[in-house]
């Protein structure tokens, strides 16, 4: 395989799943609370404290915010698509990177198929098509983990070996705080043992690594402290939500049970060859320690996921999406072992996987047609040139498999597939979806109430809503600029003329609009949130 054509099979893969139709789907997850403080860093000109409706936001450092800003200026656009571009970009550049690094030693074909895994594993799928910190975290913390291979792996110098690497980790640590030096940790340790070179961890290039860690992070974190009232509204508040990932409570201790089997579906489909080749090498004679340098890698890489899980499984709120950053390594060894497996039992397993993908086309042409049918019959406009585009591909997939059979591996022609069937079945189920998105609708609705109104229109975010209601806060951002976004903390503007906020805050609006004088109050729900909207005179002169 050439290199030309890997990367093609690489931009193909992402362009389907990953850009296309990224700016036609509602908000979605905490999304509000990534873009909203965004708009305001832009709005206000206030680039250390984030604030969500002009209150102090310290959940999470700024960085996603200011990458989602940054988008939106040099786009001009506000839109969904600028959102999000950063995540999808964040993406196809971690991809490339592990091509262009592991091709040299792994060759094309499987430095190919190590990156488009990472595209087409399931949760990265979910996770990394949102204006979510994921995306940026999971390439910072992959260019640490490529760049440490690289440069250990060719024998460089131990200052560049400990110092570069860390150079993305102090970046990282602007996306999520320094909870990701546990993961690095257990990176490290699995490789290095297995080449029995722990002794490498103490290079005195280490410590140094770790001070240009903390100087490129540090700055902001005393700059944010300078500037909060409060260290709760920033570092207290990081603090707080890595400590509430203890949380022995009934609730997660229910979910507890359930989180082996989500970390499998999460990789899924990678889960299965990395089940079958488990299997196949179980009765293997196992290396003996020490390994070459590359072998220590693959070993290390798989060895540093399972720790990882098993370090995730010990705490109840240890989510299995935090295990993305770690699918880079993982990505790794599931290709290193599977052609380990001897030839007979691999060639079998790709006959199965090929004759499946043929089965599983046809099946997906027939209910995707079916479905065109249904959103033409209940009039909902069907988008006729993805579909057209989907079908294209599909023909022409089924027709390169047909031609090839099982010459391009199963790490090629399932990441095809996956991105094919994304695409199509995105095409038929988008004017569906469009149907119940509520958020929109929900804004387009307030609008129309206040289309009369002259003078400011203010939502009033209190605490509880920005705290306890993130998915309501996509109202925030389909109000736009039409709306003033305000905390608890400030009095309402002069101009205000319109009101509006959850049910439970309406004595405090109230009491914020008295001066004015309330001529009508209504109720109106988006979403299963009851909101009070309070139309107000012109009050006191």
Same mark, same amino acid.
């Given at each position: 395989?050439?290199?030309?054509f890997a ?20 908000l979605r997850g905490e999304?509000g609370?990534r ?6 860093m832009?709005?206000?000109d206030q680039?250390v ?7 102090a ?8 915010n200011w990458v989602?800003a ?6 001009g656009s506000?839109?969904e ?8 970009l ?11 690094t592991?091709q ?5 074909k499987r ?7 990472i595209?087409t594993?399931g949760s990265?799928?979910?996770?990394c098509?949102m204006a ?8 910072l ?5 490529l760049?440490?291979i690289t440069?250990w792996?060719?024998?460089?110098s131990?200052?560049?070996i400990?110092?570069?690497p860390?150079?993305f980790?102090g ?9 990701h ?5 257990l990176?490290?340790i ?5 080449a029995r070179?722990?002794r490498?961890l103490?290079?005195?290039?280490h ?6 860690m903390a ?15 409060k260290p709760d509204?920033s ?6 939500e890595i400590?509430?990932?203890?949380d ?5 201790l229910?979910?507890w049970?359930t989180h082996p ?9 990678w889960t ?6 488990l299997?196949?090498?179980?009765k293997?004679?196992?290396p ?14 798989f060895w540093?996921g399972?720790? !990882?899980?098993?370090?995730?499984? *010990? &705490?109840?709120g %240890?989510?299995p999406?935090?295990?993305? +950053? $770690?699918y880079?390594? #993982? ?7 599977y ?9 079998a397993?790709e ?6 993908l ?10 995707m !047609?079916?479905?065109?049918?249904v *959103? &033409?019959?209940r %009039?909902l406009?069907p988008?006729?040139? +993805? $579909?057209?585009?989907? #079908?294209v591909l599909?023909a022409?997939?089924?027709v390169?498999?047909?031609k090839?059979?099982t010459?391009p591996?199963?790490?090629?022609s ?5 991105a094919i069937?994304y695409f199509?079945i995105?095409?038929v189920?988008?004017?569906?979806e469009?149907e119940h ?8 609705e307030?609008r129309?109430?206040?289309?009369e ?10 605490s509880?809503?920005?705290?306890s ?5 996509r ?11 305000q ?7 002069d101009e205000t003329?319109?009101?509006?906020g959850?049910?439970?805050?309406a ?28 139309f107000l ?5």
């Open positions: 395989m050439k290199p030309l990367i093609s099979l690489i931009l193909m893969t992402w362009s389907l799943i990953y850009f296309s139709f990224l700016g036609e789907r509602e999304e609370r873009i909203i403080p965004a708009q305001e832009i709005q206000n680039w404290v984030p604030t969500l409706a002009g209150e936001y310290g959940n999470k450092p700024p960085l996603i989602i940054g988008s939106f200026l040099l786009t506000q839109s698509l600028a959102a999000r571009l950063p995540s999808v964040s993406l196809l550049a971690l991809a490339l990177a592990t091509f262009f592991l040299t030693h792994y060759g094309v430095a190919v198929s190590v990156a488009l895994i595209l594993a990265m799928i979910e996770k098509r979510e910190i994921e995306s940026v975290f999971i390439m913390f992959g260019f640490a983990c760049s440490w440069l792996t060719s024998g460089k131990p200052w560049l400990w110092t570069v860390y150079l980790i970046i990282g640590s602007l996306a999520k705080g320094p909870v030096l546990i993961f690095w940790i990176f490290l699995p490789v290095l043992r297995s070179s722990l490498e103490f290079h005195p290039a410590l140094v690594g770790l001070f240009i100087a490129v992070a540090l700055p902001w974190v005393f700059a944010n402290l300078a500037a909060v009232e509204d570092v207290g508040n990081w603090i707080n400590t509430k990932r203890a022995f409570s009934p609730e997660a229910k979910g049970m089997l989500e970390i499998l579906i999460n990789f899924f489909p299965i060859p990395l089940l079958f080749s299997w196949c090498l179980r293997k004679e196992k003996s320690l020490p390994l070459p340098k590359w072998d220590a890698v693959a070993r290390g890489c540093s399972i720790l !990882t899980a098993l370090a995730l499984l *010990s &705490i109840p %240890g989510l999406r935090y295990l993305l +950053p $770690l880079v390594p #993982v990505a790794i060894a599931v290709v290193t072992l052609f380990k497996v001897d030839e007979k039992p691999r060639a397993y006959r199965f996987v090929y004759r499946s043929l089965i599983l086309t046809v099946i997906l042409f027939l209910v !047609t079916g479905g065109t049918v *959103s &033409i019959q %009039g406009n988008m006729w040139f +993805p $579909l057209v585009l989907s #079908v599909l022409g997939f089924m390169w498999i047909f090839e059979k010459k591996g199963v790490f090629i399932t990441p095809l597939a996956m069937a199509f995105s095409s189920s988008l004017p569906f469009r998105y509520q958020f929109r609708s929900g804004a387009a307030i129309d109430l206040t289309a109104i002259e003078g400011k229109r203010v939502f009033y975010a209190d509880e809503y920005r705290n209601h993130p998915k309501h806060l109202l925030l951002y389909y109000l736009g600029d039409d709306f003033v976004d905390g608890e903390s400030k009095q309402l503007p003329r319109f009101l509006i959850r049910k439970g805050s004595a405090a609006m109230e009491t914020l609009a008295a001066r004015f004088g309330i001529q009508r109050k209504v109720e109106l729900e988006v979403d299963g949130l009851t909101l009070t909207a309070l005179g012109p009050g006191e002169s």
